[in-house]
């Protein structure tokens, strides 16, 4: 069998991505036949004994691909120092998964689930530009202008965001607030939130209802379903 790159064996295993998995063997939490792991080694797969963590890896395992709607309350880290619930509390199956990409603690809505690194590292790498769409509850009667500097991109933190797609789904004098989509590829922390303060909106709730082509309006919040192949296939390579 043909060696192959440590970091990339990890990744296929489902670790993480490959480049996590880089630093990973740079901290030195990647053994080879016992022996500590320099970035840039190659492995026989079918010959050599790979550790992570003092826990061996099986490539062998299946991948699978796990769709949850998330609700608002739980964390999307794997491990959790401050006790807090993790999404991992909601989906219990056998596979070491992570998630792909990150939903803040108060924000709800589609998140995938896999031990596939590979998939992870082209689902968030930004030149894949997977969409992403977000229903955002919002403080105020937004104005059409408004709608506008967020579709152009707007500043935050000293960035500019990429054009988004936006529309207003509703509004309420009556409760003084709107609710508004949209639809942005990147993937910067809290971006939505930033981008509705940069014009002066401030969010009361936020929920992520789309990933690509797929979303969670019938899976109910806290509940997940496998993805098929076809779906993982066609995410891939959606633009």
């Known amino acids: 069998?043909?060696?192959?790159?440590?970091?990339?064996?990890?990744?296929?295993?489902?670790?993480?991505?490959r480049r996590k998995c880089?630093?990973?063997?740079?901290?030195?939490?990647?053994?080879?036949?016992?022996?500590i792991a320099v970035l840039g080694q190659k492995i026989i797969p079918s010959i050599d004994k790979v550790k992570f963590d003092e826990k061996s890896i099986d490539q062998t395992e299946k991948h699978v691909y796990i769709l949850l709607n998330k609700p608002i309350?739980?964390?999307?880290?794997?491990?959790?120092?401050?006790?807090?619930?993790?999404?991992?509390?909601?989906?219990?199956?056998?596979e070491r998964i992570v998630p792909v990409g990150r939903l803040d603690m108060y924000t709800s809505g589609a998140l995938i689930l896999t031990n596939d690194g590979e998939f992870v590292y082209k689902i968030t790498h930004p030149k894949h530009e997977i969409n992403k769409t977000y229903n955002a509850t919002v403080k105020g009667i937004i104005?059409?202008?408004e709608v506008e500097k967020l579709r152009n991109g707007v500043e935050?933190?000293?960035?500019?965001?990429?054009?988004?797609?936006?529309?207003?789904?509703?509004?309420?004098?009556?409760?003084n607030i709107s609710r508004i989509e949209i639809t942005i590829h990147e993937g910067k922390n809290r971006q939505v939130r930033k981008m509705c303060e940069s014009i002066g909106?401030?969010?009361?709730?936020?929920?992520?209802s789309k990933i690509g082509f797929i979303g969670v309006k019938d899976i109910p919040l806290g509940k997940w379903r496998y993805l098929s192949q076809n779906e993982v296939n066609k995410?891939?390579?959606?633009k």
Do not use: C, W
Request: glycine share 6%; net charge positive; aromatic share 6%.
């Open 1 to 17: 069998m043909e060696a192959i790159r440590l970091q990339k064996y990890l990744a296929e295993a489902g670790i993480a991505s």
């Open 22 to 35: 880089e630093e990973y063997i740079n901290q030195g939490r990647v053994k080879v036949n016992d022996k």
């Open 73 to 94: 309350g739980y964390v999307t880290t794997v491990k959790e120092q401050f006790g807090r619930d993790s999404v991992l509390d909601l989906v219990k199956v056998k």
């Open 143 to 145: 104005k059409q202008e």
């Open 156 to 175: 935050i933190e000293g960035y500019i965001t990429k054009p988004a797609k936006v529309k207003i789904l509703k509004t309420d004098e009556e409760k």
């Open 201 to 208: 909106r401030n969010v009361i709730a936020l929920h992520r």
């Open 235 to 238: 995410l891939i390579n959606e």
